[in-house]
């Protein structure tokens, strides 16, 4: 069993930056890799983000590329997501995944999932 603690998001203007974090306990860490994924109103649930066991090897939605970071410390059991030049189109609430073998982009390849934290960019 591995639990998912978000912490971060909130409200910030178009062109700002946030970043949330994913605090992770259970299990060992390492066996994991990690992802994030976010569902805006109406929408399906869509891959952002993953990043491998070791945090040698990323992956990113194409609409974030270049924007957003993803990054993870394995010592401390914490994923992060640097968000930096926002945009309206982002907001969504976002969730932190596990899940065990090679990174993906299909949300069911993921066995735990944290709460969600809103991330709201007014234009």
């Known amino acids: 069993q591995v639990q998912l603690v978000q912490s971060g998001g909130g409200l910030v203007q178009a062109g700002g930056s946030l970043r949330l974090s994913c605090a992770a306990s259970?299990?060992?860490?390492?066996?994991?890799?990690m992802a994030w994924f976010r569902q805006a109103p109406g929408k399906e649930r869509e891959f952002v983000s993953a990043i491998s066991q070791s945090g040698g090897l990323t992956r990113y939605v194409d609409s974030v590329k270049g924007r957003f970071t993803i990054s993870r410390d394995n010592a401390k059991n914490m994923v992060y997501l640097q968000m930096n030049t926002l945009e309206a189109e982002d907001t969504a609430v976002y969730y932190c995944a596990a899940g065990r073998g090679a990174m993906a982009v299909v949300k069911d390849r993921y066995d735990y999932w944290g709460q969600g934290t809103q991330v709201t960019v007014s234009s």
């Open positions: 259970g299990r060992a860490f390492t066996w994991y890799s």
